[in-house]
């Protein structure tokens, strides 16, 4: 096992919890014998019995009748290493994942366990950071369970212009995955980064790579999202700004599901930039999610604001924005709604 020579307790996922987790699941709601669990796990009927106790004190409710065997009623609301493995495995995604019931940053841990010999990709996942970063030096709100802190790195050794548009993509693939899971709610992609709804934030992605003369090295793909926690709770500061995809779909979402969906989002998106098989081009993937376009806009160029009416992105993923004097492109930094539409 790697040791990455700090405080933080991981908590692995289990094979045979995951086979238990596995065959309740695909019970759809009837019994599982003991006797058959314990058969296809090759461990004794008392040893199951432990396993589903553990399973209980984890989150899981796990009903057992005499004679018929055990049945799965309700699946735990918190990250749980093993049903997350189980929802990735039902997806076709093989990304490994380390999860941290506390770290001080998911970014973080990647790139530690990279300098101890981890080898990409694998996913860092957790329930609170105590450190969590945002974009531009920001601080990214980390303390709440209900929601996912998650990054993924990668290994590429190519050159960095083949990756250049990633986190544009993977917002597109991590976007569309939500959306399946709340097909009511317009979620949209605020230009570059953000995830929002009806003009507030329920997702930020921060991507940090590291380079030398030969291309990208390591690229950490970092995003977090506010999943299940209630607005209300959220800091002074950004309670009108923030929002959650609870609070946008009016019930909460299977976590696990959640986090599943969007690690293999972030896959996709990665497989596509590096295979170059996308058949879509990012201005037209990018159309139907612009959380921008048509609005009252202000960015910054250096010290310059170009204040206009924001548009698509173009090619090399540059955010246009129709000013008195031309069409102007935006290649990096931040964009402000104008008239008290509320971003962040
Ligand atoms: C932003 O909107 O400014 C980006 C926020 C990115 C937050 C995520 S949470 C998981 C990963 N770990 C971090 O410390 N930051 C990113």
Same mark, same amino acid.
């Given at each position: 096992?790697?040791? #990455?020579?700090?405080?933080?307790?991981?908590?692995?996922?289990?094979?045979?919890?995951?086979?238990? =987790?596995?065959?309740?699941?695909?019970?759809?709601? @009837?019994?599982?014998?003991?006797?058959?669990?314990?058969?296809?796990?090759?461990?004794?009927?008392?040893?199951?019995?432990?396993?589903?106790?553990?399973?209980?004190?984890?989150?899981?409710?796990?009903?057992?009748?005499?004679?018929?065997?055990?049945? +799965?009623?309700?699946?735990?609301?918190?990250?749980?290493?093993?049903?997350?493995?189980?929802?990735?495995?039902?997806?076709?995604?093989?990304?490994?994942?380390?999860?941290?019931? $506390?770290? @001080?940053?998911?970014?973080?841990?990647?790139?530690?366990?990279?300098?101890?010999?981890?080898?990409?990709?694998?996913? $860092?996942?957790?329930?609170?950071?105590?450190?969590?970063?945002?974009?531009?030096?920001?601080?990214?709100?980390?303390?709440?369970?209900?929601?996912?802190?998650?990054?993924?790195?990668?290994? &590429?050794?190519?050159?960095?212009?083949?990756?250049?548009?990633?986190?544009?993509?993977?917002? =597109?693939?991590?976007?569309?995955?939500?959306?399946?899971?709340?097909?009511?709610?317009?979620?949209?992609?605020?230009?570059?980064?953000?995830?929002?709804?009806?003009?507030?934030?329920? /997702?930020?992605?921060?991507?940090?790579?590291?380079?030398?003369?030969?291309?990208?090295?390591? +690229?950490?793909?970092?995003?977090?999202?506010?999943?299940?926690?209630?607005?209300?709770?959220?800091?002074?500061?950004?309670? #009108?700004?923030?929002?959650?995809?609870?609070?946008?779909?009016?019930?909460?979402? &299977?976590?696990?599901?959640?986090?599943?969906? #969007?690690?293999?989002?972030?896959?996709?998106?990665?497989?596509?930039?590096?295979?170059? #098989?996308?058949?879509?081009?990012?201005?037209?993937?990018?159309?139907?999610?612009?959380?921008?376009?048509?609005?009252?806009?202000? /960015?910054?160029?250096?010290?310059?604001? +170009?204040?206009?009416?924001?548009?698509?992105?173009? $090619?090399?993923?540059?955010?246009? +924005?129709?000013?008195?004097?031309?069409?102007?492109?935006?290649?990096?930094?931040?964009?402000?709604?104008?008239?008290?539409?509320?971003?962040?």
């Amino acid at each position: 096992m790697l040791n #990455t020579d700090n405080e933080y307790k991981r908590i692995e996922s289990s094979t045979d919890a995951c086979s238990i =987790i596995k065959a309740l699941i695909d019970a759809s709601g @009837d019994h599982v014998s003991g006797s058959l669990l314990a058969e296809s796990l090759g461990i004794s009927r008392p040893a199951i019995h432990g396993k589903l106790e553990k399973l209980r004190d984890q989150g899981f409710t796990i009903e057992a009748i005499r004679n018929r065997g055990y049945r +799965i009623s309700k699946l735990p609301e918190v990250l749980h290493p093993s049903l997350l493995r189980h929802e990735l495995d039902q997806l076709g995604c093989e990304l490994p994942v380390l999860y941290y019931p $506390v770290i @001080d940053s998911t970014n973080n841990e990647a790139e530690r366990q990279l300098t101890h010999g981890r080898k990409g990709p694998f996913a $860092v996942t957790s329930s609170c950071q105590t450190k969590g970063r945002g974009r531009l030096g920001r601080t990214w709100q980390s303390g709440s369970a209900d929601n996912l802190y998650q990054s993924v790195l990668f290994e &590429p050794n190519i050159p960095a212009q083949q990756l250049q548009h990633f986190t544009l993509w993977a917002g =597109i693939h991590i976007c569309r995955a939500l959306k399946a899971l709340t097909p009511k709610a317009p979620l949209k992609i605020k230009w570059p980064n953000d995830l929002h709804c009806e003009g507030r934030k329920f /997702a930020g992605m921060l991507t940090e790579a590291k380079m030398d003369a030969d291309g990208i090295r390591s +690229i950490v793909f970092g995003v977090g999202i506010n999943v299940n926690s209630n607005p209300t709770q959220f800091p002074a500061e950004i309670r #009108t700004l923030a929002t959650s995809l609870y609070a946008i779909h009016g019930e909460e979402l &299977p976590l696990n599901t959640v986090a599943a969906v #969007t690690l293999k989002a972030i896959t996709a998106a990665y497989d596509a930039c590096i295979q170059g #098989t996308s058949e879509e081009s990012l201005p037209e993937a990018w159309a139907p999610l612009n959380a921008l376009e048509g609005k009252s806009v202000t /960015a910054l160029r250096g010290n310059t604001e +170009i204040t206009g009416i924001a548009g698509g992105i173009d $090619v090399t993923g540059a955010l246009l +924005i129709e000013t008195p004097n031309g069409v102007e492109a935006i290649r990096a930094g931040d964009v402000t709604l104008k008239k008290n539409i509320p971003n962040s």
